[in-house]
T-cell receptor
Framework: AQSVAQPEDQVNVAEGNPLTVKCTYSVSGNPYLFWYVQYPNRGLQFLLKYITGDNLVKGSYGFEAEFNKSQTSFHLKKPSALVSDSALYFCAVSEYMDTGRRALTFGSGTRLQVQP | DGGITQSPKYLFRKEGQNVTLSCEQNLNHDAMYWYRQDPGQGLRLIYYSQIVNDFQKGDIAEGYSVSREKKESFPLTVTSAQKNPTAFYLC??????????????FGPGTRLTVL
């Protein structure tokens, strides 16, 4: 069964500093990895995804993520944090399943707090 | 939130009542999904539908029911059999049925509270 772990409940960073939100995954086959962001009482917004190819994926709002197969990780990064980046971030994974089920499994979320 | 609408934004239910949450999309997507979000637990899949008139149970389907009579609509009914329905409910859709590389897009959510 596929699974995702986000080991940090909260990440604190000062505005202007680089940020990293960690994600590790477990799948049987090839992983397809996604990052979403959620602002209070709102739905999830898609940031970026890794399907295949270049291990560094660039997404919306200056975010990027690095896929590392040997470490089964897909950490979200941004070179310079903004106060407006403060939100809840979710990592998710999917894969082909013999049953035909199309499932997206989410991590528990990491709250990013950017201090002015 | 794109072309996915959910209504109502807030919903209050009394014990023993069934309530229906609406989800509509104008993205011409084939697949639609319902997730439940509880604090500290991420999102859990309730039901999904890859095509009209077909739907499948997710990980936590007990106490919920759905229908998919139209491509653009995927309503969720929370029945009285759901013992702990207070949560934030999110609807999503994706263009290509059965393709795990396809991005899911989410609606704004409905917050259900049991009184």
């Amino acid at each position: 069964a596929q699974s995702v772990a986000q080991p940090e409940d909260q990440v604190n960073v000062a505005e202007g500093n680089p940020l990293t939100v960690k994600c590790t995954y477990s799948v049987s086959g090839n992983p397809y990895l996604f990052w979403y962001v959620q602002y209070p009482n709102r739905g999830l917004q898609f940031l970026l995804k890794y399907i295949t190819g270049d291990n560094l994926v660039k997404g919306s709002y200056g975010f990027e993520a690095e896929f590392n197969k040997s470490q089964t990780s897909f950490h979200l990064k941004k070179p310079s944090a903004l106060v407006s980046d403060s939100a809840l971030y979710f990592c998710a994974v999917s894969e082909y399943m013999d049953t035909g089920r199309r499932a997206l499994t989410f991590g528990s979320g990491t709250r990013l707090q950017v201090q002015p | 939130d794109g072309g996915i609408t959910q209504s109502p934004k807030y919903l209050f239910r009394k014990e023993g009542q069934n309530v229906t949450l609406s989800c509509e999309q104008n993205l011409n997507h084939d697949a639609m999904y319902w997730y439940r979000q509880d604090p500290g637990q991420g999102l859990r899949l309730i039901y999904y539908s890859q095509i009209v008139n077909d739907f499948q149970k997710g990980d936590i389907a007990e106490g919920y029911s759905v229908s998919r009579e139209k491509k653009e609509s995927f309503p969720l009914t929370v029945t009285s059999a759901q013992k702990n329905p207070t949560a934030f409910y999110l609807c999503a859709s994706s263009g290509r049925s059965g393709d795990p590389t396809d991005t899911q897009y989410f609606g704004p959510g409905t917050r259900l509270t049991v009184l």
